[in-house]
């Protein structure tokens, strides 16, 4: 069969994707992936047939003022998160769907799959089903379907428990559909009307959910909050499997030998360019801690770029093999990455989690409410707050508890199976649709 996946040209949405990719080149299945160009390295490593996203939606996000210039004199909130969604989600909707009609062009697909950002895939879901091959979305954030208290998200709000905060909630709603949502409908059904496709109806998040034929949400139910109208469209599908050897062992891994305990400190590969936020509050929280070995992956930037000296007992290195990793690790700080929280969870790693920004406040929510580590509510935590998490986790069972009842849930759920199974039904029961006619699918 073949498999046309696409990705917004962000590492944390398109690795999702290329492990999915490398699920179906396992099983025998020819895959072509459309991203941007920084990433044809990847994808084409993965066995992939690499295709460009069009210019003007080929962006590299690694550097975000390269794609909008005036970002840092944009304050964080509404206006930010308003800017952000229309550049870099919103505005290239017609320039992702012509290149997703240009790759099917001479390459028919039998399903299509695509991140729950890639909001080019809106105008086939809006069109005829029949005009169309069957379409998945996999979720690399939190799930975005409507919760059962109405709370909006992006806030980081845990479920509401009384009225007070349903009122509160409610209202918080309001006020977000009139600054962000709203707006950011109206806009894209402008790009639509442009293309002559029907108008969206709903949250472009929440449609994303509840449009495709299959959305492959990357967690296990019990990591989320509960809803009690999700479609059986929505499947949990655990964690993608690691990679093995995607960096070399450094030459201080005999030291994480067990006779230390072991704190992984990282800011992920987006969020990484001012090591003050967590990084570096973490190194100083527990340099006085010759029990505790802190280990600091720089996500890509260079490891020379934190102050030197480090505390005696930190550990740095560009990347690290989490494959190897991950099993010698006992509390994970993070900024709230959704695909490295996920993958500490499998493992029975307690987290702190410390960030707001994007959906890191609402990953770090689902944290806490698991009770599988501490959410402190903030992108720059103090270190008495670092410090008094991290002791706090290694010092009260239950949070250790409460990450392995997570991982045992993760076990159970075979993901590879689990998405070609779903991923090759999906296709094989679809309908012929006009493969080789352009006008049916942009």
């Known amino acids: 069969m073949k498999f046309l996946l696409a990705s917004t040209p962000a590492t944390g949405h398109l690795n999702p994707i290329l492990s999915i990719g490398r699920i179906l080149i396992a099983a025998g299945h020819e895959v072509a992936v459309l991203t941007g160009d920084i990433f044809r390295r990847q994808v084409e490593e993965a066995g992939a047939r690499f295709c460009s996203l069009p ?95 109405g709370a909006p998200t992006f806030l980081g709000l845990p479920p509401a428990v009384n009225k007070a905060e349903l009122d509160a909630y409610a209202t918080m709603a309001t006020e977000q559909d009139k600054q962000i949502v709203r707006p950011v409908l109206d806009r894209l059904n402008e790009l639509l ?63 994480l030998d067990g006779s230390r305990k072991v704190v992984l400190v990282t800011q992920g590969t987006v969020s990484n360019l001012n ?22 992956t720089a996500g890509g930037r260079a490891a020379e770029a934190l102050p030197a000296p480090l ?23 993070t900024n709230g990455g959704y695909g490295s929280v996920n993958q500490a969870l499998s493992h029975g790693i307690p987290i702190v989690g410390a960030g707001v920004t994007e959906d890191k406040g609402d990953v770090n929510a689902r944290v806490a409410w698991s009770g599988a580590g501490i959410n402190l509510a903030t992108s720059e935590p103090t270190e008495k707050m670092i410090k008094d998490a991290v002791l706090a986790i290694l ?13 045992a849930e993760f076990f159970a759920t075979d993901t590879p199976a689990l998405i070609l199974e779903k991923l090759e039904g999906l296709a094989s029961a679809a309908q012929e649709w006009p493969r080789r006619s352009r006008t049916a699918v942009v």
């Open 395 to 407: 010092g009260v069972p239950i949070y250790r508890q409460r990450a392995e009842a997570l991982a």
């Open 193 to 255: 009307k442009e293309m002559g496709c029907p108008p969206l109806q709903s949250n472009v998040h929440d449609a994303a959910v509840l449009l495709p034929d299959l959305f492959l949400q990357m967690t296990v139910a019990s990591f989320e909050f509960p809803r009690k109208n999700l479609p059986p469209s929505v499947v949990f599908a655990g964690a993608l499997p690691i990679m093995p050897g995607q960096a070399p062992l450094p030459d201080w891994a005999h030291e």
């Open 55 to 149: 210019p003007g939606a080929n962006f590299d996000l690694r550097r975000i003022e390269t794609v909008i210039p005036d970002i840092a004199r944009i304050p964080q909130g509404p206006e930010r998160r308003l800017a952000m969604s229309r550049k870099i989600f919103i505005d290239v909707v017609p320039l992702q769907s012509a290149g997703l009609g240009d790759v099917l062009a001479d390459f028919p697909a039998d399903a299509i799959l695509v991140d729950n950002t890639f909001f080019g895939i809106f105008p086939m879901l809006l069109g005829p089903r029949s005009a169309r091959p069957p379409i998945a979305v996999c979720g690399t954030m939190f799930l975005h379907a409507p919760r059962d208290d």
């Open 311 to 333: 505390p005696a007992n930190a550990r740095t290195a560009d990347y690290l093999p989490f494959d190897w990793l991950l099993p010698k690790v006992d509390v994970f700080v």
């Open 275 to 296: 090591f003050d936020q967590l990084v570096i509050p973490t190194l100083k929280a527990l340099a006085e801690r010759p029990d505790i070995l802190v280990v600091v």
